[in-house]
């Protein structure tokens, strides 16, 4: 293992934190940009909380509201537009990944004279990766993508049909404020597919990564169990503050980067999710839900060991009498029966997806993440007939 660890991203977390907002963002700056999303802070209070938390501590701000779910370039522009204009010096997201995300690129877009899709990598020759950014705040509704304690950022063109990402030091939130009494009027939808979008940060280095990872390996199924217990009962009972705490840290510790340190990890399920969303705007964790599963059918014909490995620790599978298939096999049926049980969609047939697109599709998910040969990169490497096979199998 060869590898540095980074992540300079200050947490605060803990039920009540919201409050501490606004002696926070006095910090940074003296005029917040909020990015918000569809409105629900605003039903539910949240966004006058911090608020009112601003206003004590002195801080003025602006609003940029609407992010969608698959946050769009144009909502970045005008959210760029909007902190130049009202001279704001530090932005700060309050809502899901999305959000968190679209903050991110508005934090580097404000600074940058050019088109803000050139900081997108989308397959072109010159791609303008951010070294500079007004300091961002996190404030996550939601737990899902653990935006709020890193660099990355994933971001939709609607004209182009393409979702790809940005990572960049200077992205990386000053402070995450991580107050799980937020996520506790969350939907059971949104929250099992938070959940699945968990697992699935989790699961791309699990089978991706080189070996000679043990206790990155210990970590990963420790997040993926308790993924699981908690996530349970978090679409159980919606206020359960336990089930959600824990929820909550599973998300940032899922990719805050300490998991993938020195995996040399790679998201092809990601990758192809990307693809998909991009065109279907279906939520990114139920296109996880459906993608995973087939993609660890797929490879576990090379690398049964492994997925014997996650179907005895995760879920208990007995292994006397069986072959390393068989037992990899029940336990990918195991981690579906689970991802039913929340209520997550598992065929592209449940999201009204059909295979008139799948060469689409497979173009798509290489489009910025490539080998040599033009594969997705993998253990296997996936040609495009091999991303094909996968999305057939999700039919």
């Known amino acids: ?41 605003k039903k539910n209070g949240v966004f006058d909380r911090a608020v009112t ?24 522009a005008r959210g760029a537009e909007t902190a130049r204009a009202e001279k704001c010096d530090v932005i700060i997201a ?20 050019g088109n803000p899709w050139n900081l997108i990598a989308h ?71 938070g959940v699945c979008d968990i697992i699935t940060h989790v699961t791309e280095g699990y089978f991706t990564g080189i070996d000679g990872t043990p ?9 993926i169990i308790n993924a699981i217990e908690y996530g349970r009962k978090a679409v159980a009972d919606g206020q359960d503050i336990e089930a959600r705490t824990q929820v909550q840290w599973a ?9 993938q340190a020195g995996v040399n990890m790679m998201p092809p399920v990601h990758m192809i999710e990307h693809a998909l969303s991009a065109h279907h705007n279906i939520t990114h964790g139920a296109g996880l839900a459906i993608i995973n ?41 195991a981690y579906e029966a689970f991802l039913k049980s929340i209520g997550c969609p598992t065929r592209l047939s449940e ?5 008139e697109l799948f060469e689409q599709y497979a173009e798509d998910a290489v489009l910025v993440v490539r080998d040599a040969e033009g594969n997705l990169p993998g253990r296997p490497a996936l040609s495009k007939d091999d991303i094909v096979a996968v999305l057939k199998s999700a039919l």
């Open 351 to 355: 999201v009204g997806i059909d295979d």
């Open 1 to 41: 293992m060869n590898f540095e660890f980074y992540n300079p991203t200050r947490l605060v977390f803990g039920a009540g934190k919201l409050s501490q907002l606004g002696e926070i963002t006095a910090q940074y700056g003296k005029k917040a940009l909020i990015v918000t999303g569809g409105g629900s802070v």
């Open 215 to 223: 206790i990155q390996d210990r970590w990963a199924e420790g997040i």
């Open 123 to 193: 397959g072109q020759e010159n791609w303008v990766i951010p070294t500079q950014a007004l300091p961002v705040i996190t404030v996550p509704t939601l737990a899902a993508t653990g935006s709020e304690m890193n660099c990355g950022a994933v971001i939709s063109n609607d004209e182009t049909k393409v979702k790809s990402f940005v990572q960049a030091e200077c992205l990386y939130p000053k402070v995450a404020i991580v107050d799980p009494e937020l996520t506790t009027t969350v939907p059971k939808d949104q929250t099992a597919y």
């Open 293 to 333: 599963p087939a993609y660890m059918r797929f490879i576990a014909r090379t690398r049964p060991e492994r997925l014997a490995q996650f179907a005895t620790r995760i879920f208990g599978i007995l292994t006397a009498g069986k072959d390393e298939m068989t037992v990899a096999m029940e336990g990918i049926d």
């Open 53 to 76: 938390s601003l206003k004590t501590a002195g801080i003025d701000y602006a609003e940029c509201s609407g992010v969608e779910p698959n946050p769009r370039i144009t909502s970045v």
């Open 251 to 259: 998300s940032i510790v899922a990719l805050n980067g300490w998991v």
């Open 94 to 113: 309050i809502g899901g990944g999305s959000t968190m995300d679209a903050s991110k690129v508005i934090a580097a877009a404000v600074l940058y004279d």
